[in-house]
């Protein structure tokens, strides 16, 4: 098993893949590209599935350094976590579905990402 600190690293490593992709994603979409205009839509598509794996593999790595017992109930904070999670492994789809809402995912989303990191950080449910 590798320290924390590996863990924490790959998680934000896939923090910074998944934002890069979904950025991509919505600039593209906001400036009026399509899904099928889109030269690189392989290479997102790769970044940011590879960056939700990182995201899980280091969150959950993190969690067995700090000793949260397999089998135990997941406390409030992490529901919160992933569910938070689940949303950023959707929202690369939504701004070819919905360019309108492409710009105000670029405000919103690192406010979630924050929530997320608030989450962790302190822990409060």
């Not at 070819?96 to 989450?119: D, H, N, T, W």
């Amino acid at each position: 098993m590798f320290p924390r600190d590996f863990y924490e690293i790959l998680h934000i490593i896939g923090i910074a893949f998944v934002f890069a992709a979904i950025g991509g994603v919505a600039i593209h979409a906001a400036n009026g590209g399509d899904r099928a205009a889109s030269q690189t839509r392989k290479l997102v598509t790769a970044v940011h599935g590879t960056g939700m794996l990182l995201i899980l593999v280091g969150g959950f790595g993190m969690l067995a350094r700090i000793g949260f017992a397999h089998g135990t109930n997941f406390p409030g904070w992490l529901w919160a976590k992933l569910a938070i999670w689940l949303v950023f492994g959707g929202v690369a789809l939504l701004p070819y579905r919905k360019p309108a809402l492409a710009r105000p995912a670029l405000l919103v989303l690192p406010l979630l990402a924050g929530l997320a990191a608030y989450m962790a950080l302190y822990k409060p449910i």
